[in-house]
């Protein structure tokens, strides 16, 4: 869906840009995301950059990759959790963080759920997105 062909001028301030991942439209157009799309592609963003990977801004993103291979223990969850926290306050100033809640399920050994809620500082609205993070790959069922 193409989030360009909405106008809502009463939301612009919360910002449109290319979607992500990179799309191109059937009609040959690049993929756009708009408003509360566009900021939650941009917590995805976050999470997925490592310090260092953008030349123009060395800092940015949340660094998950440095968990990688490690337990999935309460330190680690606890890391985690605040590392996800800080980065968002950090890098996405269009919202206020409610709360990061950081767990293992039992059911996917090697992955960890980082449940984020968050409220839309302009328009006051609250959501939430789960971000499936993995500690170790190919791990035996």
Known sequence: MNDSSIVDPQKAFLGAGWAF??????????SQAAYETDIKQAIYIILSTNPGERVMRPDFGAGL???VFEPANPTTLARLRSRVEN????WE?????????????????????IS?????????SVTNLVYPFYLQEGTPR
């Open 87 to 90: 980065s968002l306050i950090a």
């Open 93 to 113: 100033p269009r919202i206020d963080v409610l709360e990061v809640k950081v767990s293992a399920p039992r059911s996917s050994p090697g992955r960890v759920d």
């Open 21 to 30: 991942p990179f799309a191109i439209e059937p009609g040959g157009a690049i």
């Open 116 to 124: 984020i809620d968050y409220r839309v500082r302009a328009t006051n």
């Open 65 to 67: 990759k440095a968990f």
